[in-house]
């Protein structure tokens, strides 16, 4: 949630600070959303679920439609797999690599970039 003036809410409901992000998804048969994650939501110090639980404490519990409240048969957890799916979504329908080839960053094992340079193609008109 953002309020459009820089600020956000943010680690919202303590209760649902849930661990084992994995251990959801599959225990929702999201498997492909995970092999998704695994592939393109990376963490940079190489701990993916570390990671995952940040993202959903910090972001996803804010989002007031995922409320279990706003659920008509709530089943424990779900609403990670839904904020997850969604996110993913979200991101897979922007050309976000397009944009950074078109900038010329490129995956490499030896180039690097500043993060200015990706802020920049990612930003640009």
Same mark, same amino acid.
């Given at each position: 949630?953002?309020? %459009?003036?820089? *600020? /956000?809410?943010?680690? %919202? #409901?303590?209760?649902?600070? /849930?661990?084992?992000? *994995?251990?959801? !998804?599959?225990? /929702?048969?999201?498997?492909? &959303? !995970?092999?998704?994650?695994?592939? /393109? ?8 679920? =570390? ?10 519990? %804010?989002?007031?439609? &995922?409320?279990? #409240? %706003? ?8 609403? =990670? =797999? #839904?904020?997850?799916?969604? *996110?993913?979504? !979200?991101?897979?329908? &922007? ?10 960053? =490129?995956?490499?094992? *030896? ?10 193609? &990612?930003?640009?008109?």
């Amino acid at each position: 949630p953002d309020h %459009c003036d820089g *600020t /956000y809410d943010a680690n %919202c #409901d303590s209760s649902r600070a /849930y661990k084992n992000i *994995t251990g959801i !998804l599959q225990s /929702y048969g999201a498997d492909s &959303l !995970l092999s998704y994650m695994q592939t /393109y939501w990376k963490d940079y110090q190489g701990d993916d679920e =570390v990671f995952w639980e940040h993202e959903w404490s910090k972001h996803g519990t %804010c989002i007031s439609t &995922l409320s279990p #409240d %706003c659920y008509t048969a709530y089943t424990p957890q779900e609403e =990670v =797999v #839904d904020f997850f799916q969604r *996110t993913v979504d !979200l991101y897979a329908s &922007l050309p976000s690599y397009q944009w950074l080839a078109d900038a010329g960053i =490129v995956p490499s094992h *030896t180039d690097t970039y500043t993060s200015a340079a990706i802020q920049a193609a &990612l930003t640009a008109p």
